[in-house]
């Protein structure tokens, strides 16, 4: 159902077109004849009916259908009634009611489903304004809801507490600047004071249930959006990616809180975060897919009924990077990897069960990881037919050519082990290395405080004399000493011939 649901919310994306500006004239018409064009562009097919009454055009009964990706059945969406109203100085308005039902509705071979979402707001209308070939849109409420008022599937009722649904935004602004020159831009600005969502499961006649709920505030939102000028078939998103769909942009918010609870029989768990702020990048087109995931003062209180006790953890910064190509080349393409967990503490109780003289320094570890790369990536990654091949094996899903890092690190219990390194790969040389593409490059590695932390873990009887001796050859096999107390370096140099060198000394 999450299939069917996504694709009509792309239909329905079209009621967030917002912005502001009037440098020319826009009629009812005009705006009107562009959602069509739009619409028929993209491959959907529309119904609706017409009414002109002066500067008033009301179109009624609006049904949206559209296929499934892979054939696998079709998808509607219906809306009663969209009112563009001219305002006489060039600008028209689009007039929803301050209740306005939506409908998605699907099959897929004998199965059906329908949902009804109710939006609400203040009343207040998109003002467009420009000319036909550049309109700007601009949407201001005091309150909008998206909710959940309506599921039906394979012909039966869900029953209403059983699945309830909500997303609220406060203050909410937004602008839109849409132009057309062979192919369609948008460039969008949305601010929003605070956002919560409600997510409720029930299951009907038992006892399980699901929570999601939370909320955010200072919400801000920039996108650039390219879609394609003849985009026949939405549901090849591979074919519309290859004519120049594209979108990237970047959201922060000031603040928010969230929590997770879900009991399934006897089995309970639950969640309940926090942070003081953060930002999401992403981006999508033929350059590949980015997220760019950042969240600052993090707290996480954890219960359940695999948990012996709660735990409370908390970190200064909580962040995710993935850069990847998607689209099937003999030429290499970059990519990035980052994970970043900085000042991660956890709570004395925890300690207290490891370490309960406090032997051990008890300050927050870290983690950071930063790679980039090349690869050629051989199969189309939003083809199915081609993600089919690559699992059957008829098909290499790629090549790995150099990776870089740029940093590593971790720091923990008084000790820190840093690194950076250089490689690149013989992707014709499989033996060398048992079925490995040969690596070629340099690692420099320093390590500080592990004798230190052995010598420790030696006293609170965690390590034994024999282990920590076997611990001390292995750095003393792999560093030398370095500048400062308790520091080891050590530059591992890797062949493509399959030599390994640590410091100039050969050890294969």
Same mark, same amino acid.
């Given at each position: ?94 007039? &929803?009611?301050?209740?306005?039902? *939506? #409908? =998605?509705? /699907? %099959?897929?071979?004998? @199965? ?59 203050? &909410?602004?937004?602008?839109?600047? *849409? #132009? =057309?020159? /062979? %192919?369609?831009?948008? @460039? ?69 809180? /969230? %929590? ?73 393409? /970059? ?174």
């Amino acid at each position: 159902m999450s299939v069917f649901l996504a694709r009509g919310g792309s239909a329905a994306a079209v009621l967030a077109l917002t912005a502001q500006g009037a440098l020319a004239d826009v009629s009812a018409q005009d705006v009107w004849s562009d959602w069509k064009a739009y619409m028929s562009g993209m491959g959907y097919t529309f119904a609706g009916t017409e009414s002109q009454s002066g500067g008033t055009l009301t179109v009624s009964d609006i049904a949206m259908s559209f296929p499934m990706p892979e054939a696998e059945g079709s998808a509607s969406f219906a809306m009663p009634e969209l009112r563009f109203v001219e305002n006489g100085d060039g600008t028209v308005n689009i007039e &929803l009611p301050a209740e306005f039902p *939506m #409908t =998605i509705s /699907g %099959q897929e071979g004998s @199965d059906k489903f329908s949902v009804e979402i109710l939006y609400t707001h203040d009343g207040a209308p998109m003002v467009v304004s420009g000319d036909a070939a550049k309109m700007h849109y601009a949407y201001t409420t005091a309150k909008a809801t998206l909710s959940l008022s309506q599921i039906e599937a394979t012909g039966e009722d869900i029953p209403a507490d059983a699945l309830k649904a909500s997303i609220e935004f406060t203050g &909410l602004t937004s602008k839109t600047d *849409m #132009t =057309i020159a /062979g %192919q369609r831009s948008y @460039d969008q600005n949305i601010q929003a004071a605070g956002l919560s969502y409600d997510l409720n499961f029930k299951e009907p006649g038992g006892n399980d249930s699901a929570l999601f709920k939370g909320q955010m505030q200072n919400l801000a939102m920039t996108s650039t959006s390219t879609v394609p000028g003849d985009a026949s078939n939405p549901a090849d998103f591979s074919g519309l990616v290859k004519a120049g769909l594209a979108s990237k942009g970047n959201f922060t918010y000031g603040g928010g809180n /969230g %929590q997770i609870a879900v009991k399934d029989g006897n089995d309970s768990f639950d969640l309940q975060s926090s942070s003081t702020g953060g930002t999401f990048g992403f981006g999508i087109g033929q350059e590949g897919i980015s997220y760019d995931i950042n969240h600052q003062g993090v707290a996480l209180n954890v219960a359940g009924s695999e948990i012996p006790f709660p735990l409370a953890l908390n970190m200064a910064e909580l962040g995710f990077k993935l850069a990847m190509p998607i689209m099937q080349s003999n030429e290499e393409q /970059g990519f990035a990897l980052g994970v970043t967990l900085r000042d991660f503490a956890v709570p004395e109780m925890l300690w207290g069960m490891v370490d309960p003289a406090g032997s051990l320094p008890h300050d927050p570890a870290t983690v950071v990881l930063d790679l980039t790369g090349k690869a050629k990536l051989l199969f189309d990654l939003l083809d199915p037919k081609s993600i089919e091949a690559v699992e059957r094996g008829q098909a290499q899903p790629g090549e790995l050519n150099a990776v870089s890092i740029n940093n590593f690190l971790v720091s923990a219990a008084g000790a820190k082990l840093t690194g950076t390194g250089d490689f690149t790969f013989d992707n014709t040389d499989l033996q060398t290395f048992d079925g490995m593409p040969a690596p070629d490059g340099v690692a420099n590695i320093e390590l500080t405080g592990a004798n230190g932390l052995i010598d420790k873990l030696i006293q609170m009887g965690l390590v034994s004399d024999s282990d920590a001796m076997g611990a001390r050859m292995m750095m003393g096999m792999f560093g030398v000493p370095g500048e400062g107390e308790d520091t080891l370096t050590s530059e591992i140099k890797v062949s493509g011939d399959g030599q390994i060198h640590a410091n100039g000394q050969r050890i294969k």
